[in-house]
């Protein structure tokens, strides 16, 4: 379920209309209802504002975990800004990165297994040298 799905599921489920959130948010019933449809970008302080209405903290609002959150800040003295990125892009990085991880294991258990073979086979040539 994407963000804008949450928010109106919890909306309804409380017994909100949109209106009301709307009036709380302090914008047009219809800039919300751009929200509910997923026909805007929302910030994370907007977020937060619909989850303060809500009365539910704001991961409850952010899909679950095949998607995440990056935050990223840059500042000045003067300036600051942040961007949020999210989407499935890094779990399956995450992914290839373990199966990479897990094929590495793989081989370095082969590896100690024909190095254990070797010394086996040394120790046999060394008995019938000695």
Not at 67 to 91: P, R, T, V
């Given at each position: 379920?994407?963000?804008?799905?949450?928010?109106?599921?919890?909306?309804?489920?409380?017994?909100f209309t949109?209106e009301?959130?709307?009036?709380?948010?302090?914008?047009?019933?219809?800039?919300?209802?751009k929200?509910?449809r997923?026909?805007?970008?929302?910030?994370?302080?907007?977020?937060?504002?619909i989850?303060?209405?809500?009365?539910?903290n704001?991961f409850?609002l952010?899909?679950?975990?095949?998607?995440?959150?990056?935050?990223?800040?840059?500042?000045?003295?003067?300036?600051?800004?942040?961007?949020y990125?999210?989407?499935?892009?890094?779990?399956?990085?995450?992914?290839?990165?373990?199966?990479?991880?897990?094929?590495?294991?793989?081989?370095?258990?082969q590896?100690?297994?024909?190095?254990?073979?070797?010394?086996?086979?040394?120790?046999?040539?060394?008995?019938?040298?000695?």
């Amino acid at each position: 379920m994407l963000v804008f799905e949450k928010i109106k599921d919890i909306r309804e489920t409380k017994g909100f209309t949109q209106e009301e959130i709307a009036n709380a948010l302090e914008i047009s019933p219809s800039g919300y209802s751009k929200i509910e449809r997923g026909e805007t970008r929302i910030s994370i302080d907007r977020l937060q504002q619909i989850a303060d209405i809500l009365e539910v903290n704001i991961f409850d609002l952010i899909p679950n975990k095949e998607h995440n959150i990056i935050y990223e800040l840059n500042g000045g003295y003067n300036n600051f800004q942040g961007n949020y990125y999210s989407g499935d892009k890094s779990q399956a990085e995450i992914e290839k990165l373990q199966l990479i991880i897990a094929h590495k294991d793989e081989l370095l258990a082969q590896k100690d297994d024909e190095l254990k073979t070797l010394k086996g086979i040394l120790a046999l040539l060394q008995e019938k040298l000695a």
